[in-house]
């Protein structure tokens, strides 16, 4: 099969697939099917400076086209992270790209500064769709302005390349993605979960309110990574909604040059390999010496 590597941030990578954050758990739950040598790069479970307890159920629903989850962003803490699971992954030779998040902008510079640089992690991935407690609860990842700012901040606790992952719930996406640029991000991941909530017609009440993933997300993460491909000069991972080969392959096409899936494994634990299978055997097909040579080349 054709060469899959890629060059991220000065690191090498077997193929340019990872699956999404929150959506392999801390990686070792997938051993008994598939090894995860197998990603391009394991993505972590958001991680907080301290531990975090979730929300209660359901936190998980099937949607038509879709699932909300409402996890609450669960975690053992960056430390016990470090301590009892990352060296799974150097043993493993996978690299490593930690997503993080806080609620206050204190607890994100602490989080980011934690995390020592390490030949095995590729870069911070910094989720920004988390509601700021000390503005009434509204998202670091709203507003041009507070993203140029907390990516500014984190960026001087860190010397690991910083990737800020942005929220669609924004009136425009290309704005957001230039303010993260201008305040250092080194790239970007596009897209989030999508704000949702599900009543239930019978018993009145509304049994889940969260984020919206899976097929429904995929046009609108196609057209966040296609604007700001054009927008901004820096690496773009793509996600939301990749289910299969065809969907992976309309994502480099539009400008990312690297994919996470998410939703996908919950439907078949196997989409992942399946997927950087496909990649392979697509690039083959048509005589492609790698991903680069159909990053960004879907034209309007
Ligand atoms: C169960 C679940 C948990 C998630 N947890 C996180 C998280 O901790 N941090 C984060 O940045 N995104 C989180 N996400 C969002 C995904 O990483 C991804 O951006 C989104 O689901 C879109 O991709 P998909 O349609 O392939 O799932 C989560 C998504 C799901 C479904």
Same mark, same amino acid.
């Given at each position: 099969m054709g060469n899959? #590597?890629?060059?991220?941030?000065?690191?090498?990578?077997?193929?340019?697939?990872?699956n999404a954050s929150g959506t392999l758990g801390y990686g070792k739950e997938i051993e008994s099917l598939w090894g995860i040598e197998t990603l391009g790069a394991y993505v972590t479970k958001g991680l907080s400076a301290e531990p975090h307890h979730g929300n209660p159920t359901p936190r998980v629903w099937e949607?038509?086209?879709?699932?909300? !989850?409402?996890?609450? +962003?669960? !975690?053992?803490?960056?430390?016990?992270? /470090?301590?009892?699971?990352?060296?799974?992954?150097? @043993?493993? @030779? #996978?690299?490593?790209?930690? !997503? $993080?998040?806080?609620?206050?902008?204190?607890?994100?510079?602490?989080?980011?500064?934690?995390?020592? *640089?390490?030949?095995? &992690?590729?870069? +911070?991935?910094? !989720? +920004?769709?988390? *509601?700021?407690?000390?503005?009434?609860?509204?998202s670091f990842g709203k507003e041009p302005g507070a993203v140029f700012e907390i990516v500014k901040h984190v960026k001087g606790v860190t010397k690991i390349p910083l990737v800020a992952k942005l929220t669609p719930e924004v009136r425009n996406i290309v704005e957001i993605a230039q303010a993260a640029h201008e305040g250092g991000a080194d790239g970007l991941t596009l897209i989030n979960t999508m704000p949702a909530a599900v009543v239930d017609v019978k018993s009145r009440n509304i049994p889940i309110r969260g984020g919206l993933s899976g097929p429904i997300l995929k046009p609108i993460a196609l057209r966040a990574v296609y604007e700001c491909s054009k927008a901004v000069p820096i690496p773009i991972i793509g996600a939301g909604g990749i289910m299969n080969t065809e969907d992976?392959?309309?994502? /480099?096409?539009?400008?990312?040059?690297?994919?996470? &899936?998410?939703?996908?494994? $919950?439907?078949? *634990?196997?989409? &992942? *390999?399946?997927?950087?299978?496909?990649i392979g055997e697509y690039l083959d097909a048509h005589g492609c010496s790698g991903i680069g040579d159909i990053v960004g080349i879907a034209r309007d």
């Open positions: 899959l #590597t890629v060059e991220f941030f000065e690191k090498t990578m077997r193929n340019p697939v990872m949607e038509r086209n879709g699932m909300i !989850n409402s996890i609450g +962003l669960q !975690n053992i803490g960056v430390d016990r992270f /470090f301590d009892e699971y990352f060296p799974y992954f150097k @043993k493993r @030779k #996978t690299p490593v790209i930690v !997503n $993080f998040f806080g609620f206050t902008e204190e607890e994100y510079l602490a989080c980011a500064a934690k995390i020592k *640089p390490d030949p095995f &992690i590729v870069a +911070l991935e910094m !989720n +920004l769709s988390c *509601p700021n407690i000390k503005k009434g609860g509204i992976a392959i309309s994502f /480099f096409m539009a400008g990312a040059r690297a994919i996470q &899936i998410g939703t996908a494994t $919950f439907v078949d *634990p196997y989409a &992942i *390999p399946k997927i950087i299978r496909g």
